[in-house]
């Protein structure tokens, strides 16, 4: 699976996003070791705190399917320049990265920008 395919596929879920709140969408396309993609868009409440990110509904996906060694995330907002993961989002895929790494692939109205999570997040916590 080609980074490329993540985006359009996080392209795509954006479209679904529920945020007549914030009025900014986000969709995310993850990808696991064994070659499976999940995505997930962000899901928003009347109750603000109770919102879930695009990232965290894909990963969600992801465990329920029994998939727990994600190497790859594109995150997409059609209201941000780059989008990137917010910090209890890179928590969460702190706990599911793989052996070799989480490449985060960000992109917006502006392009694309791939880094890592251990850049994102550095010395995650773990118990
Ligand atoms: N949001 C995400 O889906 N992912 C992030 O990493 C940052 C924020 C969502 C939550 C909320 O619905 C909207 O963006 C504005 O915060």
Redesign the pocket.
């Known amino acids: 699976m080609e980074y490329q395919e993540l985006i359009e596929k996080a392209v795509e879920v954006s479209k679904n996003s529920y945020?007549p709140y914030?009025k900014?969408a986000?969709g995310a396309c993850l990808l696991t070791d064994n070659g499976h993609v999940y995505s997930g868009c962000?899901f928003?409440n009347s109750s603000f705190g109770l919102?879930i990110?695009?990232?965290r509904n894909a990963v969600g996906s992801a465990i329920a399917a029994g998939d727990k060694k994600i190497k790859a995330i594109a995150?997409y907002s059609p209201n941000s320049e780059y989008?990137?993961?917010?910090g209890a989002?890179r928590q969460v895929l702190n706990e599911f990265k793989s052996e070799n790494g989480l490449d985060v692939i960000t992109t917006g109205k502006s392009g694309l920008k791939v880094t890592t999570l251990d850049e994102l997040l550095p010395e995650g916590f773990n118990l």
Request: proline share 6%; aromatic share 12%.
């Open positions: 945020s914030s900014f986000v962000n928003e919102t990110c695009a990232e995150i989008c990137y993961p917010c989002c």
